[in-house]
């Protein structure tokens, strides 16, 4: 889940030393994305990169398909299960320059720990980094449209960015990679954002009209389409327990003010974002945007897998005066009603909440990530079985994962959160893919690129990648499909 404080350089808790078989298996691949004409990642590289951390006794490489054994069923994913990483836009595209957030990192006094600037430059190097996700065994990549890229003006559509889009799609086909295809993840054109965000009562009909312009030029090789990611999230603020705010203040009222203070600077009084403004119009806004632009997206192309991406903390009861089921209404409840309309529901959840009046504290001693949360993968399992039951669709984990400089922690939480998937599907539970955030390092909004949620490391400086074996070991968990 997106984090909102601002990170500490050091770790709090928990065994975050680096294993140094893993930091030198890590050196070890590199991979230069600025090599000028470098189209793709060898395999002979990546076979290297497998086998070094295979050596590392941190996978088991299959060697011949002869020598393969035979797969146990009983830890075999069902046929066609969608394995992937994910990336959003503003997060590893680099110079969004048309973007309410872009105008609010620059302020002089902003609310970012640093600007986003180049970010991965994926924008770019999106070819080899597709390809690099293909060799590493996935077969699903979910990324998402740049809105301000596309409609920069109001009404202005540019067909040169749609394109650039299209290519995107393109190259993931070439990959047998399903595109899953986000159409809006958080940053919003600023035309928009001055305009009053999703508080604007224009909102459903200016986003449905991006909509159904996206999905005429890019809908027919979509493989899953989502209007919006997580727009729960104003709602989660208000539950949310931020370790250092000022007593009796929640995320959402911090927001608020810093709101006022962004208003001032740019002398905008309706500006507003998605984490921003006000809670209950945003709510209204969002869900009135995905109606339409769901509706929007069908006309053009009716049989597109259409959803959208739910945040969802593995909600657990407090001992004493719990108000869980108060939580799941205010911040999930709507939503889950929407997605009984939707073809498929994303959940992306990271951690645990234990719920009392608001959500309590981690536990005293808990494993804590690189953004404070609790180290906790079970949550995957808990989260599907809830959002299936709540729902009756499909459902899709379309974000998991943490927040670390160890790596070999972000692979024990992998193999335990689909370990976890995997029970609940046994338990006939309807789940068709796992998406792990993120493809690579990347900017973390507000908490800039300090917090390392990537498969992949990124040199911000060279754009040199660099893959964790924690790629190697899911990618080859979806290349087996199977534990
Ligand atoms: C968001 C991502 C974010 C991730 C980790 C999710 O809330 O969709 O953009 O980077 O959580 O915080």
Redesign the pocket.
Known sequence: ???FSRIPETPKAGPQSHSSKARQTMAEIEVDAATPGLKSISRRHLLRSASLAAAAGLIKLPTSRAEQPLADKSKAFPNGFLWGCAT?AY?VEGNNSNTDLWTMEYLPQTIFKEPSGDACDHYHLYPQDISMLADLGFNTYRFSLEWARIEPEEGHFSNAELDHYRRMLTVCHEHHLTPMLTYS??SLPRWFAIQGGWENPKAPDLFARFCERATRHLGDIVGYASTL??PD?PQLLNWFNLPGAPAGMSVAQMMQMGLDNIRKQINAPEFSGLFMGNPAKTQAGLLASHAKGKEAMKSVRPDMPVGF?L?MSDDQPAPEDNHLEEKRAEVYGPWLEAAKHCDYLGV?T?SRSIVGKKDLPVPKGAELTQ?GMEFYPQCVEHVVRYASKATGVPIIVT?N?I?TEDDTRRVAYVQQAVSGLKRAIDDGVDVRGYVA??LMD?F??MSGYT?K?GMVAVDLKTQKRTIKPSAAILGNIARRNSL
Do not use: D, R, V
Request: proline content about 4%; aromatic content about 20%.
């Open positions: 889940m997106l984090t959003a997060q993840h958080f990611n997580e999230i991406n945040a992306q990271y953004t974000e994962g927040a955030w993120s990347n973390e909004w917090p949620f």
